[in-house]
């Protein structure tokens, strides 16, 4: 699990086909690999990759048909700028939100427009993860995490402030950037719970979530 604060960028340093999927080395100065085993988990750009080897400044990470299917490491180049987060701890500061690392679709940038020293991101969404969107709900954005401040059918809008562009790939954001998302874990797990296809815990009802304003 994540929290969708990034702690550093990284760059694709290589990448070379493994079969049906493939095989890369993601190099950061920037974070610090002193504790990263091999097996930890590091989210990529939102996308939960697992330690395969390491070194001073960089890991390599296994991805698999899936992997690159569902998101765009598989048009990514050397030199591809990579938001990198490590796996929470018990003791870590919950800044942003719960973040899985698993991308549910590719969102483009429709718009930017600079207000005082922040900027207003308009994202077109695909239309099956509109219904998992709120206002003033979390979402995932390359593994960042954000604030949804506007809603419409088909596209949503974000606020970056000066810190998080600068600490982020969103620095380089420009109209008809493609980005992963993520949408926020309880609205998924809400919609299978409603939809009578999990197990619902004792007294759980929808009339229980209605009453305490989860829906």
């Known amino acids: 699990m994540f929290t969708g604060i990034i702690e550093a960028v990284g760059h694709i340093r290589s990448s070379q086909k493994s079969g049906q999927g493939m095989r890369l080395w993601i190099e950061s100065e920037q974070l ?21 080897a390491k070194s001073s400044d960089a890991f390599q990470a296994d991805l698999s048909a899936e992997t690159l299917r569902r998101t765009l490491f598989g048009n990514y180049q ?14 870590t500061r919950l800044g942003g939100h719960l973040v899985s690392g698993h991308v549910d679709g590719i969102g483009r940038i429709r718009a930017i427009e600079k207000k005082a020293d922040s900027w207003e991101l308009w ?13 003033k709900g ?6 960042i995490s954000l604030t949804v401040n506007e809603l419409t059918d088909d596209a949503f809008r974000l606020t970056i402030v000066p810190h998080t562009a600068l600490v ?7 109209v008809g950037t ?6 926020d874990l309880i ?27 989860f829906i």
Not at 37 to 44: E, F, H, P, R, W
Not at 123 to 135: G, T, V
Not at 193 to 204: H, N, R, Y
């Open 32 to 52: 610090d690999f002193s504790d990263v085993k091999l097996g930890d988990s590091i989210a990529s750009n939102g996308v939960c990759l697992t330690v395969i």
């Open 78 to 91: 050397s030199g591809q700028r990579i938001n990198l987060e490590k796996a929470l701890l018990p003791s």
């Open 123 to 135: 994202l077109a969404m695909p239309q099956a993860l509109s219904r998992y969107i709120a206002e």
């Open 138 to 143: 979390s979402i995932t954005l390359d593994g």
């Open 168 to 174: 982020t790939t969103l620095q380089q954001a420009e």
């Open 178 to 183: 493609a980005l992963h998302l993520e949408v």
């Open 187 to 213: 609205a998924r797990y809400l919609e299978r719970l409603l939809q009578g296809k999990a197990p619902s815990a004792a007294g759980v009802s929808t009339d229980l979530l209605r009453a305490r304003g």
